[in-house]
């Protein structure tokens, strides 16, 4: 999208690469697989209610998005944890409708990060 904010800071993919010693694709796959299984775990504790379980993958999906500065991804999270913890549902699922739209967007960004080698 032209004029669109990336999400996404490439250098901390480098940043990354040489701090753990692992190749780009790897890193991806990891932050892909960790961000889609936290998104999964919020979207089944907001339908089942259990908000702690919602605030625990909120703020499992922060450390990874954490890692890549990943924002508004982050902010999301943050937003989910904070309103799962506080017991406030209707808080929590305006920001998962926040995060249904960044999310894929990052996901996008993170995968041609790995096809570009960066």
């Known amino acids: 999208m032209p004029g669109a904010t990336p999400e996404l800071d490439v250098s901390r993919l480098s940043e990354?690469?040489?701090l753990l010693g692992t190749?780009?694709?790897?890193i991806?796959?990891?932050l892909v697989t960790e961000?889609?299984?936290a998104v999964s775990l919020i979207d089944e504790g907001l339908e089942t209610g259990d908000l702690?379980?919602?605030a625990t993958a909120a703020h499992a999906g922060r450390n990874s998005a954490l890692m890549i500065d990943a924002q508004p991804v982050l902010r999301e999270l943050k937003q989910i944890e904070t309103c799962a913890r506080?017991?406030?549902p209707e808080g929590a699922m305006a920001a998962r409708a926040n995060l249904q739209r960044a999310w894929p967007r990052l996901r996008r960004q993170l995968e041609q990060a790995a096809d570009s080698g960066r």
């Open 16 to 18: 990354l690469e040489d």
């Open 23 to 26: 190749g780009l694709p790897t």
């Open 28 to 30: 991806v796959r990891t």
């Open 35 to 37: 961000l889609t299984a």
């Open 52 to 54: 702690s379980g919602v």
């Open 86 to 88: 506080n017991e406030e």
